[in-house]
């Protein structure tokens, strides 16, 4: 069992950065992929950005260039980094693992999520 707490989110302006955690319980994190997904309100919860247990990651094309996921495994925290922010960023934003050294971009592959933390950009 994992569990994932999310912290970090805020109100920001369009422009600004901010950087979200998710501190993740259990001994095996370091082999588990990570990802981040977001869903604003009327819409399904999409996939951000992901990180392999050896650091391999990849993006959204919405967030590439200025979103970073990376990991502390001696930490058992998983980030993202947001920069250059905008309206459409806007969303509850959730920590996700799955019990694989390979990530997904797909919400079903994800055993286990957080509770989320809001993100709230204005233009």
């Known amino acids: 069992q994992v569990q994932l707490v999310e912290s970090g989110g805020g109100l920001v302006q369009a422009g600004d950065s901010l950087r979200l955690s998710c501190a993740a319980s259990?001994?095996?994190?370091?082999?588990?992929?990570m990802a981040w997904f977001r869903q604003a309100p009327g819409k399904e919860r999409e996939f951000v950005a992901g990180?392999?247990?050896?650091?391999?990651?990849y993006y959204a094309d919405s967030v590439k260039g200025r979103f970073t996921i990376s990991r502390d495994n001696a930490k058992n925290t998983v980030f993202l980094q947001m920069n250059s922010l905008k309206p459409d960023d806007m969303a509850v934003y959730y920590c996700?693992?799955?019990?694989?050294?390979?990530?997904?971009?797909?919400?079903?592959?994800?055993?286990?999520w957080g509770q989320g933390t809001q993100v709230t950009v204005s233009s």
């Open positions: 990180i392999m247990w050896k650091s391999n990651t």
């Open positions: 259990g001994r095996t994190f370091s082999t588990y992929a």
């Open positions: 996700a693992a799955r019990p694989s050294t390979v990530s997904s971009s797909r919400r079903s592959d994800y055993d286990y």
